[in-house]
Structures are given as structure tokens and as C-alpha cells.
């Protein structure tokens, strides 16, 4: 089922050095929310605290309130709760072995072994994303030897195939050509009926064409966020104009 995620006073100190700042925001179950902004805006950094792999940085220090349905991530066991929240990171992670195996790893990290149970989940994912047809047959190859766009596809059926009920997407379109980027954004737009979505993009017209929602970030900090539609015709904020009509200079 989608994850309601509700963001407040969140900040991060990496090294005593001020990254996230006040953070104060809200994604809708069933909704797709998009992260924009410039270059080190922090889009990625957020996805890292929501899924708690920031902590893994020695001299991160957040402080602040992430809850998926109500429930603090920070009082999660972190094995459970990468279990409803799945990350697409930007540049494809390929572990060894089949394409097969590989979709399926989070599934036996986390204790499922059946063989068929395996292959109707890999199956499920393949045809919920429209690639059937064209990935089945990969599933015995080696994963390392698909092309880097392949590879990126790959990764998104692994953070399916758990089911997520938050799926975390990072610029998941920079390796794609444009017949992928439409196939996953009009997948993207059927997934959020069981999964709430949250996607960093540095694509303006790609928040525009699938998101409900859209945060404008920058030095760390929320500059505007609002209804798709409503803040990119009628940004509220000079910023906010200023990046949308191409006018910001970094």
C-alpha cells in the first residue's frame, strides 16, 4: 500500500557542516512528489535520510521528524524499513551474477527462497513495467554485460520486486534514451497506485509530465513546494521563477 511520509524541522550536519536545512515537507500516499534544483541543492542527500543511508557517513549527525504512516524511521529496525522503502540510485548497482539474480536479490536478502515464488515476483515487475517481452529473455545473461541503460532498468525491478510502499528515485532517467525515459515515466504513473513515489529530478518537463507535487531545493533548503501545475505556471517565489524559466544562475 502507499506510505503517507511527513518531513519536519529536518536538518543534517555532515562534519559539523550545516547540508540539510529546516526541511519541511509532505508526500501524499499514492502521490509522486519531484525534487528539483540545481546542482547540490541536497535532492539526493534527502533521499539518503529518508532510506537512513546518510548514517552511514561517519560525522553525519540528523535531527528532526521523517514518518512513513505516522511511525519515526529513526525507531525503525533499518532492515525493515528498507523493506517498504525502495531506492533507485542514479548510476546503476549490478552485483554479481544473472539478471535474474539480481532482481531477486533483495528478495532472498530478506528471506525469500522459493524458487517460484521468485520467478512470479520477477515476472510481476517485468510485465508492471511494460518490458516482458524485452527483458525475460535477458534474465539468464549476466547482468554486468547489459548496457548501462539495461543495467539502470535492472535496478528499478530489484526495488520493485520487495513490493515498496515508498519508492525513492534518483535522476533514475540519466542513463536512459528517450523510448525508455517515456516507457519508465508512464510506468511510474501506474506504480504510484500501490507505491508512493518521491523523485529527484534535474528534468524540469519530466516534473511537470508525472508529478503531483514538486519541491524546488537549493543550498540544502525548501524554496518553494506546491502543486505541480500551480508553481511551475505561477511560482510563488523569485527563485522559484527564476529556475523554472531557466534564469538561475548557479
Keep these: 500500500m502507499p506510505i503517507h511520509v511527513s518531513i519536519s524541522q529536518l536538518n543534517l550536519r555532515i562534519d559539523n557542516k550545516?547540508?540539510?536545512?529546516?526541511?519541511?515537507?509532505?508526500?501524499?500516499?499514492?502521490?509522486?512528489?519531484a525534487l528539483i534544483g540545481p546542482k547540490k541543492a541536497g535532492k539526493t542527500t534527502l533521499l539518503r535520510v529518508i532510506n537512513r543511508m546518510v548514517e552511514t557517513r561517519p560525522g553525519s549527525k540528523v535531527s528532526g521528524s521523517v514518518t512513513l504512516d505516522g511511525a519515526s524511521i529513526f525507531q525503525m529496525n533499518v532492515t525493515d524499513l528498507r523493506?517498504?522503502?525502495?531506492?533507485?540510485?542514479?548510476?546503476?548497482?549490478?552485483?554479481?551474477?544473472?539478471?535474474?539474480?539480481?532482481?531477486?536479490?533483495?528478495?532472498?536478502?530478506?528471506?525469500?527462497?522459493?524458487?517460484?515464488?521468485?520467478?512470479?515476483?520477477?515476472?510481476?515487475?517485468l510485465k508492471e513495467l511494460g518490458i516482458y517481452r524485452d527483458y525475460y529473455p535477458m534474465l539468464e545473461l549476466k547482468a554486468s554485460s547489459l548496457t548501462t541503460a539495461q543495467q539502470q532498468i535492472v535496478c528499478i525491478c530489484r526495488a520493485l520486486a520487495l513490493e515498496p510502499g515508498l519508492l525513492l528515485m534518483d535522476e533514475?532517467?540519466?542513463?536512459?534514451?528517450?523510448?525508455?525515459?517515456?516507457?519508465?515515466?508512464?510506468?511510474?504513473?501506474?506504480?504510484?497506485?500501490?507505491?508512493t513515489i518521491v523523485l529527484a529530478t534535474n528534468l524540469l518537463q519530466q516534473?511537470?509530465?508525472?508529478?503531483?507535487?514538486?519541491?524546488?531545493?537549493?543550498?540544502?533548503?525548501?524554496?518553494?513546494?506546491?502543486r505541480t501545475d500551480e508553481m511551475l505556471a505561477h511560482p510563488r517565489e523569485e527563485r522559484t521563477e527564476q529556475y523554472v524559466t531557466g534564469r538561475y544562475l548557479s
Excluded at 536478502?109 to 515464488?117: C, D, K, P, T, V
Excluded at 533514475?172 to 507505491?195: G, I, N, Q, T, W
Design 207 to 226: 516534473a511537470g509530465r508525472i508529478a503531483d507535487e514538486t519541491a524546488l531545493l537549493m543550498d540544502g533548503c525548501v524554496v518553494e513546494w506546491g
Design 18 to 33: 550545516p547540508v540539510l536545512h529546516d526541511i519541511a515537507l509532505e508526500a501524499e500516499a499514492g502521490h509522486i512528489l
Design 83 to 125: 523493506t517498504r522503502v525502495g531506492m533507485v540510485p542514479s548510476r546503476p548497482v549490478i552485483f554479481p551474477g544473472t539478471v535474474y539474480d539480481n532482481i531477486c536479490a533483495g528478495l532472498k536478502l530478506h528471506g525469500l527462497h522459493n524458487g517460484g515464488r521468485l520467478m512470479q515476483r520477477v515476472e510481476a515487475v
Design 172 to 195: 533514475p532517467s540519466r542513463v536512459l534514451d528517450s523510448v525508455a525515459v517515456m516507457r519508465l515515466e508512464e510506468a511510474m504513473s501506474s506504480l504510484k497506485k500501490r507505491c
